[in-house]
């Protein structure tokens, strides 16, 4: 058995039940190790059939395993009742990191602990693609009714709940903000780790897919390709408010009445807002910030150049989006583990963040 301290059933927002069969006991009496692994694959395809939609018969884009491991606390045995937990410990492009709780029923502490990789690939040629949107908005809980079925709430949980009562969305800035400056007409990927990030906002926060509004100074005729560059790189789709002039005695009003237009439209929601200090996004946030003080939940601009302390009055400025989860994570919009996945996804797109770095961002936010 592992020495390690056991997690509990707070630790999980979601349990399956597993039957156990006279044929998973093993010589020494209990299920031997190999069947968790079949528990571990028959829980994680059951989220993703369920909650995710996704078609593992018919459907282009399908899961496979490129990961699992497990650690051992103390044994189960048949004719024991078992429900797995599960949670999301990390979501990347294509990737998604599960852990599995094994818990006999009515026990606290976990038997068994387990780590279970997904990769999201094209059926057709084996090539891995970005996680589907509804398989990232998907989230245990469908309805406030289904907490009568969900007995354990661990902390993970807590944020979802929330969001059921007050949807969170999205105002969003393209460039500088989501889409870094090119020579080409859109550049090889997003800025690290905006995909995470957006998409935990988006559903993770508990929104529903369709929160996310962008506003830009662009021309109409400018933010041609711009939704299927975003999709091509899994970042959250939404209305594009375009503007009709760069300058920002023009702009500024521009942007404040269009975000002031997202609002008085869904007068039931919060919205964090995203910029960055390349243009006028800080003035138009202070704006807006005075016009929905109690509708703003957190306004964080993207640092590209330097603004006066003025203007960094009721804003959150970041480096990168590495930073961003730690702000949101310290104003308790997200939770620890959504912060981590998010750094890691900024790390793997290619963020120079150390995973020390990771852990003092965290830790400076706590």
């Known amino acids: 058995m592992a020495d390690k ?22 010589i020494y009496g209990h299920v031997n190790n190999v069947t968790y692994y079949s528990w571990f694959d028959s829980v994680a395809n059951r989220y993703l059939i369920e909650a995710g939609g996704l078609d593992i018969h018919g459907g282009d884009i399908v899961a496979y395993v490129v990961h699992s491991s497990c650690d051992y606390f103390s ?44 990769v999201f690939v094209d059926r057709r040629d084996n090539q891995s693609v970005p996680i589907p949107t509804s398989i990232v908005a998907a989230r245990p809980l469908a309805t406030m009714d289904e907490l ?5 709430v661990g902390p993970a949980m807590l944020g979802r709940i929330k969001a059921y009562v007050t949807e969170t969305g999205l105002v969003s800035d393209l460039d500088k903000t989501v889409i870094p400056p090119s020579d080409e007409e859109f550049p090889e990927a997003p800025y690290p780790g905006v995909t995470a990030l957006y998409r935990e906002i988006e ?6 897919v369709g929160d996310v509004h962008y506003v830009t100074a662009r021309q109409p005729e400018m933010i041609e390709g711009v939704t299927e560059w975003l999709e091509l790189h899994g970042v959250p789709v939404g209305p ?5 002039s760069g300058y920002p005695w023009v702009a500024r ?35 807006i910030i005075e016009l929905y003080p109690d509708r703003v939940r957190a306004a964080l601009v993207h640092f590209v150049k330097g603004i006066s302390e003025e203007l960094r009055e009721g804003l959150h400025l970041y ?3 590495a930073e961003a989860a730690a702000i949101l994570f310290g104003l308790g919009e997200i939770d620890e583990s959504a912060a981590r996945s998010i750094m890691e996804s900024a790390q793997e797109e290619g963020l120079g963040i150390s995973n020390q770095e990771i852990e003092n961002l965290l830790a400076a936010h706590r």
């Open 5 to 26: 301290t056991p997690v509990v059933r707070g630790d999980f927002e979601l349990f399956y039940p597993v039957v156990t069969r006279w044929m998973d006991n093993d």
């Open 75 to 118: 044994p189960v045995a048949y004719p024991q009742h078992i429900e797995v937990g599960l949670r999301v410990e990390h979501l990347g492009r294509s990737s998604v990191r599960y852990g599995l709780g094994i818990f006999a029923k009515d026990s606290p502490k976990a038997a068994a602990l387990g780590e279970f990789v997904h």
């Open 148 to 152: 009568a079925d969900c007995y354990y």
């Open 203 to 208: 559903s993770g926060a508990g929104s529903e």
């Open 240 to 244: 594009i408010e375009t503007g009709v």
């Open 253 to 287: 009003p521009e942007k404040v009445r269009d975000i002031t237009s997202i609002m008085e439209a869904n007068p039931e929601q919060t919205f964090i807002l995203l910029g960055d200090t390349s243009h006028v996004d800080p003035d138009a946030f202070r704006d």
């Open 319 to 321: 480096n990168n989006h």
